[in-house]
């Protein structure tokens, strides 16, 4: 059994680097209406983002991503950012009424109150961040946020649209 | 078959097939200096998945147990494959066989779930089914829950459906049934109509072993500035168990989810057999910059007795690009301690540049106890640098006269503990603690774990592929 732990990451090491799916991403909105990610990859590039009401790192992680958004507009690249929320359903009232207070946030809300899409793609601490390209293949992932956080999203971003060319 | 041979045929597979693999491993080890005692703890997720088909796999490592989690630690195997699960997709239908989660409505009648930081895992073992239309969603689920120990007795059935006869408007029906047990089945029915400006959501529930409905209802304004929240519940013998007195169910507790350690003190527990009561709240949006919070909520039993009282107010204040901080204060009434206390806290983060940041935090309590009438305070200061995205380091020190003032003997009044954080390596995390840390309960949706004071040394890493 032991050998099995210790064989465990060495197995992994091929398969470093490889994507978390969250192309088959199908969530709610606000409204009740289905966001499937597939049919909206058209932006250059995606973040999306779990969070949850009663995380103070996730809403101050916020404006950084719209930070991020702008900066990058400014340059005539669309990034798309989707804000997935992982609020029990009680706390729905709580994710509009964010939604309603923070309209300076051009994100796309969804919700995922069962937590099942969360814990398909293996997200167990919020807030979790995900970068996808154009095509919605995950190019970069990082988990917490502290100030500064932002610019590490910006270089994964340059970086990415500097291959492009 | 052995678990690493399970996983080297997983990966052979998966790479023969193209799909994707995600790994996850999460590791903590700590050193208890008081008792003596090292614990080692992990959890390693695996999942392939490619196009229609999904397969996944949870290996726990518990060595040995956590006895203040455990107390019977003979239960509870050190070394186990406790979640797998294969799952299957066509169209509008998904069927997963294995392990599984599972919510109906807001939970009063089935909340499976998974939180490390409470170590609480209910998950089932058996099928789910669900199909998802436009206009109607369907649930059916047969399956046997674990317990904390991992063991699983009674089997579950049943099926949840949600129609959406009219725009706005959602109607939901759930069932669900055990075997070989006297608490043996309930039945709920549940309404929500969504406006622009308001909604409001309805859900009742009749269990089989008492003749008493409880529910829960939520009403939601939102205006440009201003936004409003009244939530009412009455749970009445609503705890649906299995033979191991694990619930199935995890109805709203309608008390604030605090973030600020000093507030978790005095937490409600919810008792979903005898509790009924209500939370109002309201956001304040004025400019931009600024955000007020107010928060009420009350909590009785059927005989009237009030259980835990709060008044919350907080106002959130950014300052410049640089300067944010939040003011909050709190008067709380727990009858678990019969206590009444007052709780200022001040906390704000400084951006010294782009990358890095200072955050402060000084958090106070005062506790009155009505039983003897004495009366102690708490204080809690917080320091943390940090360097995105690569380190931060924290220190966190604790104080309190509550054992001096009483003429107790004990060894400590203050804790103190410094943490040190890295990352490196695209979102791979080492952190690492040495001190004291105070006891204090975790707690999330009215679920509360206690959390003995530490002394020692404790590292957790999360390495993600």
Redesign the interface.
Known sequence: ?K???I???L??L????????LK?M?LDNL??D?FVLKDHLNADATIVSFWAT???PCQ?EHPALQQVKDFFKDKGKNVQIIAISTD???SL??V??YV??HR?YHFTFLLD????FS????V??IPHTFVLDKNGKTI?????Y????E??LIKVLQDYFGKQK | MKIWQLVVLLLILSSLTLGQVTFKNQTVYTNWQEYNRTILEDWADLTYQRDWFKAGLRYEINHPPDPFIFPQDSLLKNYELTFRYLQFRYKKMNLTVGNYYEMFGRGLTLRTYEDRNLRVDTNLEGFKFNYSGRRIKFKAIGGRMRDKYNRRKNWLWGGDVEVKPFRNTHIGVSYLTQNKSNLKSLWAARFNYTRDLWDFYVETVRPSWYSAFSYYAALNLYFDKVAATLEVKDYNHLSFQNNYQTEYNAAPSLTREHEFSMLNRHPHALNQNDERGYQFEVTYTPSDPIQIVLNHSQTFTHAGERFFEEFYGELTHTVNERLEYHLAGAWTFDFTTNTDNITPILDGTYNVTERDQIHLSAQHQHTKNRTDLSEYDNELGLIEISHSPFVSFAVVGEYTNKYQLRNVQMKRHTWLYGMVSFTFWNNQQLSLLYGSRREGFICVGGICRYEPEFQGFELKMNVRF
């Open positions: 059994m050998k099995g732990i064989l465990l990451p197995l992994l091929p398969f470093l680097g490889m994507a978390q799916n088959n199908e409204k009740g289905t009663w995380c103070l101050k029990s359903p009680r009232a709580k509009k009424k309603r207070s300076k109150p069962d937590r099942e814990q398909q793609v293996l167990t601490e970069y992932t990082h988990t917490g502290r100030k500064g956080d610019q590490e």
